[in-house]
């Protein structure tokens, strides 16, 4: 089965299903995945950690979603120590099956074969920032978003520790302001819930939720009731 495309565009919410556990992917069926989600989320660091080897594809049964990987870096939530040349063989490897992939924004300088594959390829590239100290101030985010424009991404994902009701205030700024690229914004932590569901409302393309038994992010929702929660536009009391 070909791999499906996905397009992004502003204002246009849709809900990530990610997987906490190879176990978590083999056991989804095609019909949780399309009750859950509108793309997948396949988090090769995770899946390494469980047994995964490059060239082995246990998302076969999925492929009638898009799917975006990532092998994550530790320093921004990944499981295991790998190298940016680890990462970029683990990527290299999933390139056929890719709707679209991710990156860091910290990764440009020591990743940019597979940043020039993705283009080269004309698959869409998520040029992320994860920050689990704190939320930065808005200058702060709107360098990012420059460096990920200026690199070429497709969408600027931003994730952020929040602790008080005012940084949901702030993401929710940060995600109306105009952009030349599409954005995404979530918070992490106690009140990752409701800055979820108000950052989709706002117009936040990428929005996570699990799928399975395990959570890949503090705070993250199911993917099958952040969909519900998002559609309905149901913010849960903080």
């Known amino acids: ?16 299903g990610s997987f906490g556990s190879l176990h978590d992917l ?9 009750r859950a989600c509108d793309l997948l ?29 990532t092998a994550r870096c530790q320093e921004e939530g990944g499981v295991l120590p790998l ?13 056929d099956d890719a709707a679209a992939v991710d990156v860091e924004i910290s990764s440009v300088d020591t990743m940019p074969r597979i940043i020039a594959m993705l283009k080269q390829n004309a698959i869409p590239w998520v040029a992320s920032c994860h920050r689990f100290d704190k939320l930065p101030d808005l200058d ?13 991404a497709t969408v600027a994902k931003f994730a952020a520790m929040i602790h008080v009701r005012e940084d949901i205030d702030l993401l929710e700024s940060f995600q ?31 929005n996570y939720g699990y799928i399975g038994a395990a959570p890949t992010a503090p705070g993250q929702w199911p993917a099958a009731e952040l969909r519900e929660a998002i559609r309905a536009g149901k913010v849960p009391a903080v």
Not at 2 to 12: E, K, M, V, Y
Not at 26 to 32: D, R, S
Request: proline residues 4%; negative net charge; glycine residues 6%.
């Open 1 to 16: 089965m070909q791999q499906q495309a996905i397009s992004f565009t502003h204002g246009n919410a849709q809900v990530v």
């Open 26 to 34: 083999t056991l989804c069926t095609a019909q949780e995945a399309d």
């Open 41 to 69: 989320e396949i988090r090769l660091d995770v899946l390494r950690r469980d047994g995964w080897q490059c060239g082995q594809t246990p998302w076969s049964h999925l492929r009638h979603k898009p799917i975006l990987f």
């Open 83 to 95: 190298e940016a040349q680890e990462r970029e063989e683990m990527l290299d490897a999933i390139l």
């Open 140 to 152: 702060w985010w709107r360098e990012q978003r420059q460096v990920a424009s200026d690199c070429g």
């Open 176 to 206: 109306q302001e105009s952009s030349p690229l599409c954005v995404a914004t979530m918070g992490m932590g106690v009140l990752a819930p409701a800055s979820r569901v108000r950052c989709a409302l706002a117009g936040s393309v990428l």
